[in-house]
């Protein structure tokens, strides 16, 4: 009777410290729930994709729209980040129509910028056309569309060249440039023929070093999946309901001021991001994409540039990125991508190539309203950038 009266003893213990533990948990997620409540009532945290990620950076966030209210700022990013992309003919994937306060797509697919003109382009003699391809810092995820980089390029390069100059931003989140060359080629197939077409790259072709010729619509939404999400299984759910406990708040918080500041760690730890053979190929791909893109536009006497765009992630003083608390994924690549791009075109001298990647080495601010995209000063550096290098 002694076994079984200590067995019993023990599971009581056992089970009654678990319950403990348990109670324990739920009132400290409840107070801080409670906390948080109030906390965010007071700002414009955790209403949006980004707040969310960033919960404990909402002040810094609302430091980089200066000429924004907060609501406002919270409209704003509630529209870049709710969006679905949607599924399209030879390109995959891209932006669908979307009409908002501050970010609207045209069914065409273009983001619309200030003083925007119809579509489509009209051939007056009088006016230059251009056409602007890259990815979400191009279409300009995180700012209006006042703010985007077909609206500040086109009265740069109106002033430049001294004549009017028309701006479509085709911009698209994920595109590098294979889906870039893809949309220049169905436009053109399509029958609208731009008299300069500019190319903006640099970080999407890295993020996709195993090959985007191969990220199409399937590979990125998951097969029988919702547009713009992937496919959720137990372990996405469990693990989504444990980021929204507030003591995973606490947590992210917790680590963002005592963890290491420096850090480029991904959810894949099998990545390797100094692979110098996968980076190689990612600079062929791209020099090839070039060099159709410059033939296909030799054919129908179509001027282009090609632009080398900043990251944070080369020739930036990262001090001044509160956003690297979770890493930069993949885009991780970028920090050994960029000097091997650099000695490429070093190598090479590219013609109609414009290097804007050091812009930021010798600022000492926040330029990103996130881990990657610019902020609204930061796009208008680019827009400078582009401008000054346009013949």
């Known amino acids: 009777m002694g076994i079984p009266n200590r067995f019993s003893r023990m599971v009581r213990t056992t089970a009654g410290y678990l319950l403990n533990t348990i109670l324990l948990l739920v009132a400290v997620n409840v107070a801080l729930g409670v906390f948080y409540h109030f906390y965010d009532a007071h700002g414009a945290r955790n209403t949006n994709a980004v ?12 430091k980089l729209y200066p000429s924004m209210s907060e609501e406002d700022i919270t409209e704003l990013l509630r529209e870049t980040w709710s969006r679905p992309l949607v599924s399209k003919s030879i390109v995959g994937f891209g932006e669908g129509p979307y009409h908002g306060k501050f970010v609207n797509v045209t069914a065409e697919g273009f983001r619309p910028g200030t003083n925007q003109a119809p ?10 056309v251009v056409f ?3 990815g979400s810092t191009t279409f300009g995820y995180g700012v209006t569309d006042a703010q985007a980089l077909g609206s500040q390029l086109q009265p740069l390069l109106t002033q430049k060249l001294g004549r009017p100059v028309v701006v479509y931003n085709f911009g698209q989140s994920k595109y590098g440039s294979t889906q870039e060359r893809l949309l220049f080629e169905k436009l053109l197939l399509a029958g609208y023929k731009p008299d300069m077409a500019i190319f903006v790259d640099g970080l999407n ?17 998951g097969d029988g999946a919702d547009p713009g999400a992937g496919v959720q299984t137990w372990r996405s759910w469990l693990s989504e309901g444990i980021e929204m406990l507030p003591m995973a ?12 500041k420096h850090t480029f760690y991904n959810a894949n730890p099998n ?14 791909r791209y020099y090839l994409n070039v060099e159709m893109i410059e033939a296909e536009s030799k054919a129908v006497s179509i ?5 080398w765009q900043p990251v944070p992630t080369y020739a930036y003083d990262l001090k001044y990125h509160p956003f690297i608390q979770n890493g930069f994924g993949d885009f991780a690549y970028t920090k050994r991508g960029y000097p091997m791009m650099a000695d490429a075109v070093a190598k090479k001298r590219p013609d109609n190539f414009l290097w804007c990647a050091d812009m930021q080495k010798d600022l000492h601010e926040p330029l990103y309203v996130d881990a990657v995209h610019y902020s609204p000063m930061m796009t208008g550096m680019v827009a400078g950038c582009i401008a000054d290098g346009v013949k």
């Open 249 to 260: 708040r606490l947590a992210k918080g917790v680590r963002s001021k005592l963890g290491p």
């Open 119 to 128: 579509w489509p382009p009209v051939e007056d003699g009088k006016s230059l």
């Open 303 to 307: 001027r282009t540039l090609f632009v």
């Open 132 to 134: 602007l391809f890259g």
């Open 51 to 62: 707040f969310k990620k960033y919960p404990n950076l909402a002040k810094q966030i609302l």
């Open 271 to 284: 990545r390797n991001y100094d692979d110098v053979s996968a980076i190689g190929k990612v600079i062929d």
């Open 205 to 221: 072709d890295f993020q996709f070093t195993w090959g985007d010729e191969e990220f199409n619509w399937t590979s990125y939404v």
